[in-house]
């Protein structure tokens, strides 16, 4: 999977208006679906300990807000019947269901996924990998797993915004860096530190934040950034597990009183 659309560089204190366009096609974009839907990663993910920093004077704004916010959203239900219970995920048909996110919603997704997973060095962001596209493919699929993410995920967005607007005078993607990143350490912590105006939009924001890193690592570049390399095929004969391998499965399989079944030559 290629993606030769630039997009935000978020290093910069300055960034220029842009807006995300996938570099996906729909049939990749629902491939990478299947991947995240399978992930392990998915239900495991939590938020991060540390508390954040402290707001300086260039990030406070008007003041973050004192009371809860909720937006109240009016969804229009999916309707589409899915791919049934015998899907070819190799060469997925043409989806059924149409996607559903907006243009300003995938912008402020790509937003705030470069916050969560930046490029370093040669490796790419969470945007340069199309995670807003996966997520919008995830949040548009008819399945009832996705559709208790969607509001949750949508709410969260429209909620960052508001409160952009209530800080700043303006809607997230247009703020400048420091004043986006004030509003993301305001709500990154689902934990006893965070103020009450901010619990119930921690929470969306940590399964948002789940979403976007269990998207990038189901991508190729995500899965080699972790050295994981799948159903690799290999010539000859099977080589068998390394000495470190083998050594550790020995020392495990001795701990739990199993040690006769370890592995020997014949």
Not at 92 to 117: K, R
Not at 252 to 261: D, I, S, V
Request: aromatic share 8%; proline share 10%; charged share 20%.
């Amino acid at each position: 999977m290629t993606n030769d659309i630039k997009q935000p560089d978020l290093s910069a204190d300055n960034e220029t208006p842009y807006q995300y366009q996938s570099g996906l096609s729909r049939r990749k974009s629902l491939k990478l679906l299947a991947a995240l839907a399978a992930s392990t990663m998915l239900p495991t993910l939590s938020g991060c300990d540390s508390p954040p920093p402290a707001a300086t004077a260039d990030t406070a704004g008007k003041a973050a807000s004192t009371t809860e916010h909720w937006p109240e959203l009016n969804l229009k239900p999916i309707t589409a019947k899915g791919y049934g219970t015998d899907p070819n995920m190799i060469l997925p048909p043409e989806s059924p269901w149409p996607l559903t996110m907006s243009a300003p919603q995938l912008t402020l997704l790509a937003l705030l996924s470069d916050i969560l997973i930046p490029r370093e060095g040669d490796v790419p962001s969470a945007s340069e990998v199309d995670a807003p596209a996966i997520i919008d493919e995830w949040i548009s699929a008819p399945y009832p797993r996705q559709q208790q993410d969607r509001p949750v995920i949508l709410a969260a967005l429209a909620w960052i915004d508001d409160e952009a607007t209530l800080r700043f005078g303006s809607n997230f993607a247009s703020l400048k860096r420091p004043q986006r990143l004030a509003i993301i350490d305001d709500i990154a912590f689902d934990n006893a530190q965070t103020k009450p105006q901010f619990q119930r939009i921690a929470k969306a924001f940590a399964l948002l934040r789940g979403l976007v890193v269990a998207a990038f690592f189901s991508t190729p570049q995500g899965t080699k950034d972790i050295g994981y390399l799948g159903n690799t095929a290999i010539g000859g004969d099977y080589p068998g597990p390394t000495p470190e391998a083998k050594a550790h499965l020995d020392k495990t399989l001795a701990n739990l009183g199993l040690k006769e079944f370890a592995w020997q030559p014949v």
